[in-house]
């Protein structure tokens, strides 16, 4: 309906807009101020959904062949649950199947690297050095401090 020029007393003819013998029922002006706002709001909107899909690992996982793992996911009809994943890049440009390895679902992916990663931060000798560069930036900070600080680390 707000695509629709024939409120503005116009009639397509062939591939062109000419006036009509109706009246314009919405004013020019009023026409091209929705429209500016709709043009604004589609970029907007756009990347807004865009960045709330939750990938926290696209871009930094790859697959054995060396490419990128690429996010993807769908909904489930019947009960409107999404499913995300990861597959090889190689799927979506060629068929599904062609790289070897499945998909991966996103939230198994995620722990086992956020596992990962707490694993190597609470280490001693990973601490030791972290210790030592936080007391070069900062000296008022203590041992107990920075190990407090990287035993909250799911908190960050």
């Keep these: 309906m707000l695509n629709n020029r024939t409120y503005l007393g116009e009639l397509r003819h062939k591939e062109q807009w000419v006036p009509a013998a109706h009246p314009p029922i919405i004013e020019r002006g ?90 190597i931060l609470r280490a001693p000798a990973v601490l030791g050095d972290l210790l030592s560069q936080a007391s070069n930036l900062d000296p008022t900070l203590d041992e107990a401090n920075v190990i407090v600080a990287m035993t909250r680390l799911d908190a960050i």
């Design 30 to 119: 009023l026409w091209d101020r929705v429209h500016a706002i709709l043009t604004i709001r589609c970029r907007v909107c756009g990347g807004a959904t865009q960045a709330v899909v939750p990938f926290l690992l696209k871009g930094i996982v790859f697959g054995n062949d060396g490419r990128a793992l690429s996010p993807w996911h769908f909904t489930k009809k019947s009960n409107g649950r999404r499913y995300r994943y990861y597959i090889p890049m190689r799927d979506t440009e060629e068929q599904a199947g062609a790289s070897g390895p499945p998909r991966l679902p996103a939230v198994g992916l995620k722990s086992a690297v956020l596992e990962q990663l707490r694993g």
